[in-house]
């Protein structure tokens, strides 16, 4: 079971119900052309239709209206590409046209948010709030995108700044105490010439899936969130600067395998082990954008930085002292593993 609530608000709603002639044409179908989808994946604005490569977009109507909060949810809206947990929290694997990746290994498929290449596999599962389109080209894109795009590339764009006083909220319950949330404002800031974007998401959840030795949860988030910034200004009419910035914390389970020994891939056995795993580090992005307008041409900058920190712990075996008194391999005593990645720091 699963309930959820959106609110959205804005300033500019007060005024339509203040004003009878505006809300009776309000209530008149509107029998225009719908607006046409506009993509950026070949790096220039052009229509959808017109773009020579196969490619799948999703606009912020398609998002809210199918319930995508995260990239899994994202793909599982697009032919021939798969997204996959790895054996961290963070750990991802995204196959797109059968090509893959192996355990910390550059991903076959760019990922760029906002025109900066995520190109760690921490950095593909994340959730998508507040989101105003994802495209999905396949087929090697090397040529715009560089290294890690032989399979194709996945660009995700998030929501501008507006010239006016808006908000959103969003809140869902489920199964196993999960809880998701994200809100946010967005508005000018002492002129329309500065505008600026604030937007946060949380989730937590007790878990689904039972540890028959342990009698806890093995997939359990104790919680998951970040807070995003974005300032945006206009100093001239021929340049535009964008700033962005978020931050993020997470702490949630590991990997929750089972040991089957009966060897039939059709038996389900409930997770067994001893040893407590869980993951838990957090996540910096700073980015610049700086375009400017040359009449013939436009000159784009774009700088980002990134630092990722993950700390992993999980039972090695899958099993306890109970059920395998011989221990790991018969050696006589419980194996763990552990991981420690403070060496996420990139530029670009």
């Not at 007060?14 to 209530?27: H, I, K, T």
């Not at 967005?186 to 028959?212: A, C, E, M, Q, W």
């Not at 075996?317 to 403070?342: E, H, M, W």
Request: no cysteine; proline share 4%; glycine share 10%.
């Amino acid at each position: 079971m699963k309930l959820s609530l959106s609110v959205n608000l804005t300033l500019g709603a007060a005024l339509l119900a203040s004003s009878p002639a505006l809300a009776e044409q309000s209530a008149v179908p509107d029998e225009r052309v719908p607006e046409e989808l506009v993509v950026t994946a070949q790096v220039r604005r052009e229509r959808l239709q017109d773009v020579p490569i196969q490619m799948q977009a999703l606009s912020a109507e398609t998002i809210a209206n199918a319930g995508i909060k995260s990239t899994a949810d994202a793909l599982a809206q697009v032919s021939n590409v798969t997204f996959d947990r790895g054996n961290t929290f963070r750990t991802t694997y995204i196959t797109m046209r059968g090509l893959t990746q192996l355990n910390n290994a550059d991903p076959p498929v760019a990922f760029v948010i906002d025109g900066v290449p995520q190109t760690d596999q921490t950095q593909l599962g994340i959730d998508l709030f507040d989101i105003e389109r994802i495209e999905v080209v396949k087929g090697s894109q090397g040529a715009l995108y560089g290294r890690n795009a032989v399979g194709g590339a996945i660009n995700v764009v998030t929501k501008l700044p507006t010239d006016t006083i808006e908000g959103f909220g969003n809140i869902s319950y489920g199964n196993g105490d999960a809880l998701q949330t994200s809100a946010g404002v967005s508005g000018p800031l002492l002129s329309k010439d500065v505008l600026f974007r604030v937007t946060g998401s949380y989730k937590r959840s007790d878990g689904l899936i039972d540890n028959s030795f342990r009698g806890d949860k093995s997939d359990f988030l104790d919680h998951d969130w970040t807070v995003r910034g974005r300032l945006r200004a206009t100093p001239t009419s021929a340049l535009t600067i964008d700033l962005r910035a978020d931050y993020g914390r997470f702490n949630g389970a590991s990997n929750n395998y089972s040991a089957v020994l009966s060897g039939n891939p059709n038996d389900f056995v409930d997770p067994q082990f001893n040893l407590f795993g869980y993951a838990r580090g957090d996540s910096l992005n700073l980015t610049g954008k700086i375009d400017l307008d040359l009449d013939f041409a436009t000159l784009t900058s774009i700088t980002g930085h990134t630092h990722l920190t993950q700390v992993n712990r999980a039972d090695l075996d899958y099993r306890n002292p109970v059920d395998s008194p011989g221990g790991i391999f018969g050696a006589g005593f419980q194996a763990g593993q552990g991981q420690v990645d403070l060496s996420g720091v990139r530029s670009v």
